[in-house]
């Protein structure tokens, strides 16, 4: 709805709930919670394009299987700490 009729709305699916976890933005408890976490983070008038940006960067550089870190830079950057001690060296 959001995207066919302009109304702002920031729905989170498996590839925002993933990347707000990884990144320390939400608790990654539930998508009901990462949505209202999302939505104090982000204006208001941005929620129907990020909403497909955040979609399209996970599905290219953070999926859930076959992650690789090394791509996925935003991650590898400000990436929470529980996940980014996975790959110390």
Known sequence: MSQAFGVPAFPVDTHIHR??????????????????????????????KLHLQLIWYGRQFSPARGWNIDKDIITKTVGRKTILKQFEK
């Open 19 to 48: 990347l707000m976890y990884r990144w320390g933005l939400s608790s990654g408890k539930n998508v009901t919670q990462t949505e209202k976490d999302a939505k104090k983070l982000f204006p208001e008038k941005n929620w129907n």
